[in-house]
């Protein structure tokens, strides 16, 4: 018996569907807390700071809190750094009952003394975790006091997981940050310069972009936070524009950075070709006294088109008419993923991500088709509602997406923090391109019952 | 240069909700409930869906800053009303977290008022409650608590004894459960397994959406477990305090059959000899045979590991039997680690292994892989045995890594290795001297084919 799955009542206005005429729709609710219950897709305040700091591959990451946490953060992403690999391991002060009795100062104190200078870092990031905000540790105090002697920035992470959501988490990762930029020597940096913001150099995607942008004759300061290195975001304040790609972790650093030093940022996005084009486009055109750069912009895309339009078409000839279901992290990349998808015939059925604000739903309401669901912190239920009745191809999602497609015979693309193939730039189109067409095509879904299978 | 530790770096643990979790999802149409912030919930099913491959749906009262501040009885019961109407399940398997037990939310007391106010004629499902702060104990701890609650709570003493056996078999794969499953039918004795996730967290396909997947453990054959004449329950350092067979026995005198989970000959003899006399069966020919070829392999592959060095991690319990199974194959454990820390985990070796000293085998509980791979850099042992996570080390110091247990986060099928019994002992000999045979092989400049 075949039964029908409703939206819970606290959820309604979080979701709707596309309709034709749509003057009268109501207003998609987000950027609320997760409702108690629901199974939400999202994590938590820690998640959301530990997520773009994590990235900084010669500081040290401290996790203030009982094991879990850490352990459960433990390289857990596919951020890679040409350098330094502290990043990849996982420090906890690992509270216990008596620490959380009597307050977890002296070992955090004593932890960060050894561990810098076991592991000598640039720098210490010190995440609170939930239960730091219960038993009041004075992390600040600390942070100072470890700074004074060791010489290092020992940066206090105010992250405790309930104090909000993952997006409040960006906001204090943001802060921390704040308090590098501007302490390093600008010395020496050309007028024509940039610092790449929300690119967490997963499989090596920030080196991807750098090239594009260094080809046309523009200097990166940094890249924050992928293959993120303390001394480059320490003199991050002298470039002289920011672009920010994904917009919702990091505008809150490009705002503070242009209020307090007069930089000023734009929104890119390096997925599809696009946005890809677009993103070297708009940089250029805000270097206009330098007609060359545009020049180098143009040559780079013409030639990396011309080498891809034509890879694109076989996959395009055999996905064109294919559903696509879009559940991610952040609003920004889903307008990258339609378009994307888009351009190898694709259509999109659903659209949703965990952090969207009101205008990113807004602006997924003009984008998409009619019949699209739009959706704001959704669950397994729901999604598992909605691609089926939507009857879904594929799916695009992260981990904890992905066994829903796979049970329900749907094809799946990781497009989260733990993917080990770059699907940025260019050449990341191709490999998007390729993995959609290898989880969709696959020969193994004849088995699937949805497709005739036996169960 | 020797540095002071109070830091963990590297964990070889993970927290207590994770375990009770996982236990939950043994439970026939049980969600589990985490009572705390979104994240614990969020991160607990990534991992776990990780090595599992399977959805797994893990619900939150996720709290906000004024839960933390009033306290956390409107979000639950919220979040349990939510639960009940999404999931429709007959059971809810509630877990606490740092934050709650912290606040001190008197969880049960919540559940009171929630069972009063939502008591509208539909009925509801049944609560379990674990208590699992992450800052004590691990994620074995969890699991235990779970299981243990799930028994406290559901079973009742039945009118009379039935020739019935529960079976707790600790935190093993979903092969090593269907195996057990097994070799019960095979005696013809019925029995109560828990927690089953054979098949919640090793299933078929699905043709239309499952809110929560199928199979588990039914909570009226929990219930019945008061009944039962006897329990046998797996995990050399699980106590009775702290266990459900500990508290069946205590309830309701279901006399309780404790030992290390049986892996190698000598403690998968054991087991089945507890069966023959439970059952009042001899062992099926298919087991004696399965034992012959065991007997055979050892004797065919003795020679490539013999006084082979390893080290081997993971759960206590998971070390305390595989260090019996490596030394009855000749394969000497120079380090038996953990990251949990009951306290008897070097007791319960030295029961099986006396020479122990002499041997030179170290034991250390509490540990972190930092610490193992200080140990591991002195050691050089050949072989490190453990979950994936021993990766790191495995690759840093070119010491070849024999996946088991829990988590493999980076090979395939984790959740179908078997580690139990003769057949699951098969599997580890085979893997293990296929480890030895490819090493040699590859070291050589020769390159035989055959080994």
Known sequence: MKEEIGILEGRQSQVFEKKSGGTEQQDISCEKTSLSGSVSQ?????????????????????????????????????????????????????????????????????????????????????????IIGLIGDDIDAVCKKVSKETGIPVLPVHSEGFKGTKKDGYKAACTSLM?????????????????????????????????????????????????????????????????VQCSGSMTTLAKEMEEKYGIPYMRVSYFGIEDMSKSLYDVAKHFDDRPDIMEAAKKIVSREVAKLY?????????????????YVGGAFKTFSLIKALRSIGMSVVLAGSQTGNKDDYERLREMCDEGTIIVDDSNPVELSKFVLEKEADLLIGGVKERPIAYKLGIGFCDHNHERKIPLAGFIGMYNFAKEVYQSVMSPVWQFAPRKGGKI | ?????????????????????????????????????????????????????????????????????????????????????????????????????????????????YKKAFRNGSPMPVMIHASTPSYQGSHIDGFHAAVRAAVATLAVEGVEKQHTVNIFANMISPADIRYLKEILDAFGLPYMLLPDYSKTLDGGPWGEYHRIPPGGTPSSAIAAAGSASASIEFGATLEASKSAAGHLEAAFGVTRHHMGLPIGIKASDRFFALLEELSGQPVPEKYEDERRRLVDAYAD???????????????????????????????????????????????????????????????????????????????????????????????????????????????????????????????????????????????????????
């Open chain 1, 179 to 243: 308090k590098l930029v501007g302490t390093g020597s600008t010395e020496g940096i050309s007028p024509y310069s940039i610092n790449i913001l929300g690119e967490f150099n997963l499989a090596g995607e920030a080196w991807i972009i750098r090239e594009y942008y260094e080809e046309m004759g523009i200097e990166v300061v940094s890249t924050m936070t992928g293959d993120g290195r303390v001394d480059a975001v320490r003199r991050a304040h002298g470039a002289t524009l920011n672009v």
């Open chain 2, 301 to 451: 592959g003795h020679k490539y590991i013999f006084e082979k060095r390893a080290i081997v991690y993971g759960e206590e319990d998971l070390v305390v039997a595989m260090t019996a199974f490596l030394r009855e194959i000749g394969i000497t454990p120079v380090l038996c680690a953990s990251g949990g820390k009951s306290g008897l985990m070097r007791k319960k070796i030295a029961e099986l292994i006396p020479d122990l000293d002499e041997e030179e085998i170290k034991i250390r509980d509490g540990v972190d892989f930092v610490d193992i791979e200080d140990e591991a850099k002195v050691l050089k042992p050949d072989l490190l045995i453990g979950n994936s996570k021993g990766y790191t080390m495995s690759r840093k110091n070119n010491i070849p890594l024999l996946r088991i247990g829990f988590p493999i986060h980076d090979r395939f099928g984790g959740q179908r290795l078997h580690h139990l019994g003769y057949r699951g002992t098969q599997e580890l000999f085979d893997r293990i001297v296929n480890m030895v045979i490819e090493e040699r092989q590859n070291a050589s400049s020769i390159g035989y084919t055959y080994m």
């Open chain 1, 310 to 326: 034509p890879e694109l078409q076989k996959f395009k000839k055999v996905l064109a008419g294919k559903k696509a279901a879009i």
């Open chain 1, 42 to 130: 999202r994590a938590c305040v820690f998640c959301g700071s530990r997520v773009v700091l994590y990235p900084v591959a010669d500081a040290l990451h401290l996790v203030h809190g009982p094991i879990g946490c850490a352990a459960y953060t433990w390289d857990i992403r596919g951020a890679v750094s040409s350098g330094p690999e502290l990043h990849r391991l996982s420090f906890s002060t690992d509270l216990r009952e008596m620490d959380v009795i009597y307050g977890g100062e002296k070992k955090l104190y004593h932890s960060l003394i050894e561990l810098i200078e076991k592991y000598e870092p640039k720098a210490a990031f010190i995440y609170s975790t939930c």
């Open chain 2, 1 to 113: 240069m020797k540095h002071a530790k109070t830091a963990t770096q590297n964990a070889c643990r993970l927290c207590n909700p994770l375990g009770a979790c996982l236990a939950f999802r043994g439970i026939e149409n049980c969600v589990p409930f985490l009572h705390g912030s979104q994240g614990c919930a969020t991160y607990i099913r990534r991992y776990l869906i990780s090595h599992y491959k399977e959805p797994i749906d893990i619900a939150s009262s996720n709290f906000n800053e004024e839960t933390a501040v009033f306290g956390g009885s409107h979000n639950l019961q919220l979040g349990l009303k939510n639960v009940t109407q999404q999931y429709k399940p007959e059971v809810i398997g509630l877990a606490t977290t740092c934050l709650s037990e912290t606040i001190g939310d008197d969880v049960p007391m919540i559940l009171r008022e």
